[in-house]
T-cell receptor
Framework: AQSVAQPEDQVNVAEGNPLTVKCTYS??????LFWYVQYPNRGLQFLLK??????LVKGSYGFEAEFNKSQTSFHLKKPSALVSDSALYFC?????????????FGSGTRLLVRP | NAGVTQTPKFQVLKTGQSMTLQCAQD?????MYWYRQDPGMGLRLIYY???????DKGEVPNGYNVSRLNKREFSLRLESAAPSQTSVYFC?????????????FGPGTRLLVL
């Protein structure tokens, strides 16, 4: 079965420190990988995606993610966390052969950045 | 350019009542989607419309129907609401024909079924 795992329900980090939100996936074939962020009572906002090419993808608000094919991972990173980064983060994968182009989401990781 | 809009923002229903959730996008996207979000489960696809005039079931379609009214609008109907349908519903849209296309989400509708 195709799936996405976000092993941490919550990540706590101090402002100014680097942050990592983990994501691993299981799909057939090559995946397209996405990160979204959700602020309270808001919809999902697109952060970045991996399609092909460079394994390090840069996105909005200083976030980046590293695709690792051998470890089937796509971890989200930021060199220096801000309190305003506190939100719910979702990793999603789209199997490249899926004609519906639907996204398969992880369960989400809550990021809490303390001042 | 409003992106994806959804109405209503919040709704309370009694078991057995019906309602329609509305979604519209102004990005000229061909594909539209309905997801539900439940705590600890991420988002799950209910129905999608790859293009105007077509609709298909997603992962959790039972208890729902959809209508792709035109290219801009995609509605989700609950014919007889059940407490298990208490959730947050998100509509999304994307360009068609490319699996790498980004989906853009609306602000969501919070539904409480008593």
């Amino acid at each position: 079965a195709q799936s996405v795992a976000q092993p941490e329900d919550q990540v706590n980090v101090a402002e100014g420190n680097p942050l990592t939100v983990k994501c691993t996936y299981s799909v057939s074939g090559n995946p397209y990988l996405f990160w979204y962020v959700q602020y309270p009572n808001r919809g999902l906002q697109f952060l970045l995606k991996y399609i092909t090419g460079d394994n390090l993808v840069k996105g909005s608000y200083g976030f980046e993610a590293e695709f690792n094919k051998s470890q089937t991972s796509f971890h989200l990173k930021k060199p220096s966390a801000l309190v305003s980064d506190s939100a719910l983060y979702f990793c999603a994968v789209r199997p490249w052969m899926d004609s519906s182009y639907k996204l398969i989401f992880g369960s989400g990781t809550r990021l809490l950045v303390r001042p | 350019n409003a992106g994806v809009t959804q109405t209503p923002k919040f709704q309370v229903l009694k078991t057995g009542q019906s309602m329609t959730l509305q979604c519209a996008q102004d990005m000229n996207h061909n594909s539209m989607y309905w997801y539900r979000q439940d705590p600890g489960m991420g988002l799950r696809l209910i129905y999608y419309s790859a293009s105007e005039g077509t609709t298909d079931k997603g992962e959790v379609p039972n208890g729902y129907n959809v209508s792709r009214l035109n290219k801009r609008e995609f509605s989700l109907r609950l014919e007889s609401a059940a407490p298990s349908q208490t959730s947050v519903y998100f509509c999304a849209s994307s360009e068609a024909g490319r699996a790498s296309a980004t989906q853009y989400f609306g602000p969501g509708t919070r539904l409480l079924v008593l």
